[in-house]
């Protein structure tokens, strides 16, 4: 078993900056894929980046490319989100997704663990 705990969201303009955290506890990190979600009100959650656990790959929804960066620190058993150039349209609760298995990346139900989310923000 795997908790995650999800951190950094907050509120941002329009082409500002934000790093999420998900720092992960009980089982092995390193033995886990990784993956970032978001789901803005009134819809489906979509998937946004994910990684594989040695952190040699990874994917990105188009709408993120170019923008978000997901990246892993095994020593701190943490996974990172950086945004930039955010837009309005990335307003969302993120959601930091693991999985020991699904190395597929996009599906949320190829994950078995996910944290509670942490609120993004972003004005026009």
């Known amino acids: 078993q795997v908790q995650l705990v999800e951190s950094g969201g907050g509120l941002v303009q329009a082409g500002g900056s934000l790093r999420l955290s998900c720092a992960a506890s009980g089982r092995i990190f390193s033995s886990y894929n990784m993956g970032w979600f978001r789901q803005a009100p009134g819809k489906e959650r979509e998937f946004v980046a994910s990684i594989s656990r040695s952190g040699g790959n990874t994917k990105y929804a188009d709408s993120v490319k170019g923008r978000f960066t997901i990246s892993r620190d095994t020593s701190k058993n943490t996974v990172f989100l950086q945004m930039n150039s955010l837009k309005p349209e990335d307003t969302a609760v993120y959601y930091c997704?693991?999985?020991?298995?699904?190395?597929?990346?996009?599906?949320?139900?190829?994950?078995?663990?996910w944290g509670q989310g942490t609120q993004v923000t972003v004005s026009s």
């Open positions: 997704a693991a999985d020991p298995w699904y190395s597929g990346g996009s599906n949320p139900t190829g994950y078995g663990h």
